[in-house]
Structure formats: C-alpha cells, structure tokens
C-alpha cells in the first residue's frame, strides 16, 4: 500500500468533489446556461456536464475562442454561487461514507480540480464534515495535496483520480459514478471500483482489517 499503513493512525481518507461526494451537475448546467445568457456564447449544458472531472478551462475552451477563455471562467466562477450551489444534492452513500472516516477516528481531506472557495461553498451548504480542503488541482497536481495532508487512500470517479492516487503512492478506491466506467477506473489502476459511496464504509472496514493483519 506505497508505504502507508492503512487504518492505523493517522488516517486520512481524500475523496473528489464533483460526482464523488456531490451531485453538481444541475447547477453547473444552470451556471452554463447562464454563462451563455451573459456572454452570447452558446455552451451545451448537457454536453459539458456530462464530463465533469477536468479543470474548468478545459470545458471553457471547448466553447470560447482562446482570447476569451480566461474572461469566461472569471465569469463562470462568478455566477456559480448564485446557480449552482442550491440544486446540487450529495452522492448516495456521501454522508455515510464521510461518517465511516471519523468514526475510524480518521479525518477527511477532499482535493478537487475546483477552485477551494467555491467547493467550500457546496460542503457548507451541504453541511459535509470534512476536516481539509484542496482546490484546483487536477491528475497529478492532486499527489502534492495528497502527500501534503499524509492521505491513506483517495477515493474518486474520474481516470484522472486514479492517476492522482498512483501518483502519491497509496491506493485509489474508484465510485463508477461520474463519467468513467468501471473497467476505464480498473486500467487506470483503481485498488478498489465500487458501484457508488453506499458500499465505501465496508470496504474501509475490510481494508483496515487487512491492514491490522499485516
């Protein structure tokens, strides 16, 4: 396990944002929708929230000639907390699986490609008991974060999220949740691929138990 002694103190369990712990993608369609309202610009919505994951700019640069990309994610940014805070609702299994972490005497770290203070919006609102936040970083940029805050484990949706886990050295326990399917997680060199959140505190239970057993 790269080193870590899973379940034994410190634990530190890291987990993705978007489609990991929350379900953002109504209220990120609504910010799109009135980015193009603002800018004149014509996003997909549908399109763009189906691949959540990458930085924002990514997306951006899909719909927005290179001159206006910064300019349009300085304007994203500024109308999500007005659309997209309110409609999004947490991830099956989110708060249990949360729960599951300090109840192990564990704390939760979350590290996402969006910016902190607007994550930090949504785990208020939705009143998610996580004890770190690192924004705005993506892949490989994730394994600073990880190894920074002595994570044991990161759990997340996205390729990229595997390849944050290896990066850092400690396992990457995938939720086949977001854009990714199961098989894609397992070649990206997901430890553990899980249906959703719901059957993350078992397995935490069962990996700590292998652990006590080495």
Do not use: N
């Not at 002694?5 to 530190?12: D, H, K, Q």
């Not at 989110?94 to 203070?117: C, D, F, P, Q, Y």
């Not at 990161?154 to 400690?170: C, K, N």
């Amino acid at each position: 396990m790269g080193g870590y002694v899973l379940g034994m103190p410190p634990l530190t369990v890291g987990f993705d944002l978007d489609m990991t712990l929350v379900d953002s993608r109504p209220g990120i369609a609504a910010t799109y929708r009135a980015l193009t309202a603002l800018t004149g610009m014509p996003v997909d919505a549908d399109a763009a929230v189906s691949r959540l994951g990458p930085p924002l700019r990514v997306e951006i640069a899909r719909w927005f000639p290179p001159e206006r990309v910064e300019s349009a994610v300085e304007a994203y940014r500024e109308l999500y907390p007005a659309y997209a805070i309110t409609p999004t609702l947490p991830m099956p299994g989110a708060v249990a699986a949360i729960a599951a972490v300090h109840a192990h005497g564990g704390r939760v770290l979350v590290v996402t490609s969006k910016i902190g203070r607007l994550a930090r919006l949504h785990l208020d609102h939705l009143g998610l008991a996580v004890d770190e936040l690192a924004g705005d970083l993506f892949a490989e940029e994730k394994a600073t974060a990880l190894r920074e805050h002595g994570a044991t484990l990161y759990v997340g949706d996205h390729v990229a999220d595997m390849v944050a886990a290896g990066a850092a050295d400690i396992p990457g326990v995938a939720v086949a949740t977001g854009p990714c399917p199961a098989e894609e997680l397992r070649s990206a060199g997901a430890h553990l691929v899980l249906e959703d959140l719901t059957g993350f505190p078992a397995a935490l239970d069962r990996m700590i138990r292998l652990a006590l057993q080495q």
